[in-house]
């Protein structure tokens, strides 16, 4: 039983403090992305390799194996990632 709301925000609405801030993080991030090269260039040959490797995943997509059953013999075809 759902007891009948009086007042507050519509649903759907978004919360007005929720969408400020994520205005100002992404202000201050794409301030910060144009930073990252010279971040970067700092950095020593280990850690240019660890922020390369943290960042990958906001890039290249990560691959899952797939199963396809072939409808004339039921046999499974598995795609592997490369």
């Not at 205005?23 to 970067?40: A, D, F, R, T």
């Not at 960042?55 to 290249?60: E, H, K, R, S």
Request: aromatic share 4%; glycine share 4%; proline share 6%.
């Amino acid at each position: 039983m759902t007891r009948q709301k009086y007042g507050g925000r519509q649903k759907g609405t978004t919360n007005k403090v929720t969408a400020d801030l994520k205005e100002v993080i992404k202000e201050l991030l794409s301030i910060q992305i144009k930073q990252l090269p010279i971040y970067i260039e700092n950095l020593s040959n280990k850690d240019k390799i660890d922020v390369i490797i943290k960042l990958i995943p906001y890039v290249v997509p990560k691959q899952t194996e797939s199963e396809i059953n072939l409808y004339d013999n039921n046999i499974p075809l598995v795609i592997v990632p490369e």
